[in-house]
């Protein structure tokens, strides 16, 4: 091995960590051999930047995917979905108990690893480079940042991304200045399963969160990543603010308990829910994620034009290409609107066309095409103020003429922009695509809409997701342009169900057809006249073809998703919760290694798909499956398995409840035929 390693285990002070991890990198940028010291007090010398890399926490993982270092990292756990580059990576199974002898075939020759995984240190402690990474601050993970560009040569990357995530955070520091303490509400992170409430404890980097989006934060006299409240605690601290990720809803229960459900936050329905990769970890978006917090938390205060700390104008302007004759310019325009950075992709025509938009209706006289992101932050203040009010204020920062400009609204990131080409002999077709699918995604004729115009009291709060602008070096007729509609919608939702999207507000029995807010401007285009555009014709099929790429390509940037994704992730998006219901902690780390072999991965999936058509009623007879789920069992245990006192969880679709149940049963039955391994 060509790299080394010394370490000596004594207690190192964490100040001293930190500090020596804070040196000014121009001091150390390049420097080989590097020696510091990680988090578990070991002092660390690299001689080389390593070449084969196993990340076993995903904050690390994303912070070594987003400084670019793709190609040394090797594996990682099935908990890392993003950035969209985790896609090809080997899975070594799970956080708490990863798959050792995975990771011992990747050969790593650097371990990224956690203090709560004891076996990795046991096993690794001779044969790689253990490194332990867990910050518990902003500023510990900027750190690591910092040192991770150090190891990799990407100094000039880690400095990018620190200074853009500490430019939003002076910007929220900026703006709960004005706000008095005795405004500033008493704010949680809910954590816990079953009737337990927890919370992080008061070292954890989440309380960090809430005092820097101008919160108060709780302060226990406990610390840890996760510690136990108790109902006496939770009544004194009396949070105004709860938040938490995905999986914590199923607390929400439990809180309307008596007792549980005196506090303000439950009082007021002031229950705020996150994405798990902001919420769980502090890696590279801690901006982010702050000023998402802090304009949720202090909505009035922000939304109120006399706190605005910055002015209103464009920031930056990049070109982007586009071939086609008619497009007198295409870039991607930044802004600060409302204190928060706005980005545009607008197409200036060359001369004055006809479009037709999902969101406007028939347009004449438009010289401007545009799709503008305004992020999460924006969200509450941009509803309040409505579409028009929106549009107008939004275009007036951008220079756009309201007149000639037509204008789609997203919520999915313009960084995660798509820019699919097809082409037939002379005829082109471009489609630009924005999409997110994993809050908002539904399927059209099984979800309801709760939306009602007449009853002024109803609003609908979601930005625009899936966003096409769509336009063809060839003159579409009107009817062409309103076929195409049809055509691209179509193409949206094969590419949906190609990657098996599920509805996120029917996700065990249905796939999605879109996301409920979806939109499209085809443009009219110059050229040969086309009359027609639909599935028959070579102008559909591109036109399909283009959305359909498009819209997959955009959701694998935008949410990490890709159609091969592990069987981990498959069985998440159901809301099959599998890791709760087959307690307990061994047999879940067991049938977590087992779903890493292809043979059992398989057959959850073809579950998966058995499941879909017995929910909607294309299979009626479950005997010939049920067999199957007998003999994968068996296989498993090395001898006959009973099946017959196998109860399913009516959290969970029953076919998905009998594949998974008829593995653990193989596993638990595995020891009485003393069967050593899988």
Same mark, same amino acid.
């Given at each position: 091995?060509?790299?080394?390693?010394?370490?000596?285990?004594?207690?190192?002070?964490?100040?001293?960590?930190?500090?020596?991890?804070?040196?000014?990198?121009?001091?150390?940028?390049?420097?080989?051999?590097?020696?510091?010291?990680?988090?578990?007090?070991?002092?660390?010398?690299?001689?080389?930047?390593?070449?084969?890399?196993?990340?076993?926490?995903?904050?690390?993982?994303?912070?070594?995917?987003?400084?670019?270092?793709?190609?040394?990292?090797?594996?990682?756990?099935?908990?890392?979905?993003?950035?969209?580059?985790?896609?090809?990576?080997?899975?070594?199974?799970?956080?708490?108990?990863?798959?050792?002898?995975?990771?011992?075939?990747?050969?790593?020759?650097?371990?990224?690893?956690?203090?709560?995984?004891?076996?990795?240190?046991?096993?690794?402690?001779?044969?790689?480079?253990?490194?332990?990474?867990?910050?518990?601050?902003?500023?510990?993970?900027?750190?690591?940042?910092?040192?991770?560009?150090?190891?990799?040569?990407?100094?000039?990357?880690?400095?990018?991304?620190?200074?853009?995530?500490?430019?939003?955070?002076?910007?929220?520091?900026?703006?709960?200045?004005?706000?008095?303490?005795?405004?500033?509400?008493?704010?949680?992170?809910?954590?816990?399963?079953?009737?337990?409430?927890?919370?992080?404890?008061?070292?954890?980097?989440?309380?960090?969160?809430?005092?820097?989006?101008?919160?108060?934060?709780?302060?226990?006299?406990?610390?840890?990543?996760?510690?136990?409240?108790?109902?006496?605690?939770?009544?004194?601290?009396?949070?105004?603010?709860?938040?938490?990720?995905?999986?914590?809803?199923?607390?929400?229960?439990?809180?309307?308990?008596?007792?549980?459900?005196?506090?303000?936050?439950?009082?007021?329905?002031?229950?705020?829910?996150?994405?798990?990769?902001?919420?769980?970890?502090?890696?590279?978006?801690?901006?982010?994620?702050?000023?998402?917090?802090?304009?949720?938390?202090?909505?009035?205060?922000?939304?109120?034009?006399?706190?605005?700390?910055?002015?209103?104008?464009?920031?930056?302007?990049?070109?982007?290409?586009?071939?086609?004759?008619?497009?007198?310019?295409?870039?991607?325009?930044?802004?600060?609107?409302?204190?928060?950075?706005?980005?545009?992709?607008?197409?200036?025509?060359?001369?004055?066309?006809?479009?037709?938009?999902?969101?406007?209706?028939?347009?004449?006289?438009?010289?401007?095409?545009?799709?503008?992101?305004?992020?999460?932050?924006?969200?509450?203040?941009?509803?309040?103020?409505?579409?028009?009010?929106?549009?107008?204020?939004?275009?007036?920062?951008?220079?756009?003429?309201?007149?000639?400009?037509?204008?789609?609204?997203?919520?999915?990131?313009?960084?995660?922009?798509?820019?699919?080409?097809?082409?037939?002999?002379?005829?082109?077709?471009?489609?630009?695509?924005?999409?997110?699918?994993?809050?908002?995604?539904?399927?059209?004729?099984?979800?309801?809409?709760?939306?009602?115009?007449?009853?002024?009291?109803?609003?609908?709060?979601?930005?625009?997701?899936?966003?096409? #602008? !769509? *336009?063809?070096?060839?003159?579409? %007729?009107?009817? $062409?342009?309103?076929? @195409? /509609?049809?055509? =691209?919608? +179509?193409?949206?939702?094969?590419?949906?169900?190609?990657?098996?999207?599920?509805?996120?507000?029917?996700?065990?029995?249905?796939?999605?057809?879109?996301?409920?807010?979806?939109?499209?401007?085809?443009?009219?285009?110059?050229?040969?006249?086309?009359?027609?555009?639909?599935?028959?014709?070579?102008?559909?099929?591109?036109?399909?073809?283009?959305?359909?790429?498009?819209?997959?390509?955009?959701?694998?940037?935008?949410?990490?998703?890709?159609?091969?994704?592990?069987?981990?992730?498959?069985?998440?998006?159901?809301?099959?919760?599998?890791?709760?219901?087959?307690?307990?902690?061994?047999?879940?780390?067991?049938?977590?290694? #087992? !779903? *890493?072999?292809?043979?059992?991965? %398989?057959?959850? $999936?073809?579950?998966? @798909? /058995?499941?879909? =058509?017995? +929910?909607?009623?294309?299979?009626?007879?479950?005997?010939?499956?049920?067999?199957?789920?007998?003999?994968?069992?068996?296989?498993?245990?090395?001898?006959?398995?009973?099946?017959?006192?196998?109860?399913?969880?009516?959290?969970?679709?029953?076919?998905?409840?009998?594949?998974?149940?008829?593995?653990?049963?193989?596993?638990?039955?595995?020891?009485?035929?003393?069967?050593?391994?899988?």
């Amino acid at each position: 091995m060509n790299v080394s390693i010394q370490r000596t285990m004594h207690g190192v002070h964490p100040f001293i960590i930190l500090l020596f991890l804070l040196l000014p990198r121009m001091a150390l940028a390049g420097a080989y051999p590097i020696s510091f010291t990680d988090d578990g007090g070991q002092a660390i010398l690299l001689r080389k930047p390593p070449e084969q890399v196993v990340s076993l926490v995903p904050s690390v993982t994303e912070m070594l995917l987003r400084l670019g270092v793709r190609d040394a990292v090797q594996g990682i756990t099935h908990h890392s979905v993003l950035p969209p580059e985790t896609a090809n990576k080997a899975i070594v199974g799970g956080f708490l108990r990863p798959d050792l002898d995975r990771v011992a075939a990747l050969q790593p020759e650097v371990i990224f690893y956690s203090d709560l995984q004891k076996e990795v240190k046991a096993r690794f402690r001779d044969k790689a480079i253990l490194i332990q990474l867990a910050p518990r601050s902003i500023e510990e993970s900027f750190a690591h940042i910092r040192l991770l560009g150090r190891i990799f040569n990407r100094e000039e990357t880690a400095d990018k991304i620190i200074a853009e995530e500490e430019r939003q955070l002076a910007v929220i520091a900026r703006k709960i200045e004005g706000i008095a303490a005795e405004q500033r509400p008493r704010v949680m992170r809910l954590m816990g399963r079953g009737d337990r409430v927890m919370a992080p404890g008061d070292d954890s980097f989440q309380n960090d969160y809430i005092r820097a989006a101008g919160g108060i934060a709780p302060i226990w006299g406990k610390n840890g990543n996760i510690i136990t409240v108790t109902l006496a605690e939770w009544q004194r601290f009396n949070p105004q603010v709860l938040y938490g990720c995905g999986g914590d809803k199923e607390q929400l229960d439990m809180l309307q308990q008596p007792g549980w459900n005196e506090v303000e936050a439950i009082k007021n329905n002031r229950i705020l829910f996150f994405p798990c990769d902001l919420t769980c970890r502090v890696a590279t978006h801690p901006g982010y994620f702050v000023s998402w917090l802090a304009a949720e938390i202090h909505k009035r205060e922000f939304g109120a034009p006399a706190n605005f700390v910055l002015p209103e104008r464009v920031v930056s302007r990049t070109p982007l290409q586009l071939e086609l004759d008619y497009v007198a310019k295409a870039e991607i325009i930044e802004s600060d609107i409302k204190d928060f950075r706005n980005k545009t992709v607008a197409l200036t025509l060359k001369q004055p066309m006809r479009v037709i938009s999902t969101l406007e209706g028939q347009r004449q006289g438009i010289s401007t095409v545009a799709n503008h992101y305004f992020p999460p932050p924006s969200w509450g203040l941009g509803h309040r103020q409505g579409l028009a009010a929106l549009r107008a204020s939004t275009q007036q920062v951008l220079g756009f003429s309201p007149e000639s400009t037509a204008m789609l609204f997203t919520g999915a990131n313009m960084d995660n922009l798509a820019v699919v080409k097809k082409s037939f002999k002379e005829m082109a077709v471009t489609a630009l695509v924005t999409a997110g699918v994993e809050s908002n995604a539904m399927r059209m004729g099984a979800d309801t809409g709760l939306f009602y115009e007449p009853d002024s009291k109803a609003k609908s709060d979601k930005p625009g997701t899936i966003n096409i #602008l !769509l *336009l063809t070096n060839m003159q579409l %007729s009107a009817q $062409a342009m309103s076929r @195409a /509609i049809i055509t =691209a919608t +179509e193409a949206k939702t094969a590419a949906m169900q190609d990657m098996d999207i599920r509805s996120a507000y029917s996700a065990p029995g249905h796939q999605a057809t879109g996301t409920g807010t979806d939109n499209i401007i085809v443009v009219e285009g110059a050229g040969n006249p086309i009359e027609s555009s639909g599935g028959h014709t070579k102008m559909g099929e591109l036109m399909a073809r283009a959305v359909h790429e498009g819209v997959q390509r955009a959701i694998r940037l935008q949410n990490g998703l890709v159609r091969e994704r592990s069987i981990f992730k498959r069985l998440e998006e159901r809301n099959s919760n599998w890791g709760v219901f087959f307690a307990p902690a061994p047999v879940r780390s067991d049938l977590e290694h #087992l !779903l *890493l072999q292809p043979r059992y991965a %398989s057959f959850v $999936a073809s579950a998966l @798909a /058995i499941s879909d =058509a017995y +929910e909607q009623g294309l299979i009626t007879d479950l005997t010939s499956f049920t067999a199957w789920c007998g003999a994968e069992a068996e296989s498993i245990a090395g001898g006959p398995v009973d099946l017959s006192d196998t109860e399913a969880h009516q959290e969970m679709p029953l076919v998905i409840g009998k594949a998974l149940a008829a593995l653990v049963s193989g596993l638990k039955a595995r020891t009485q035929h003393s069967v050593p391994g899988d």
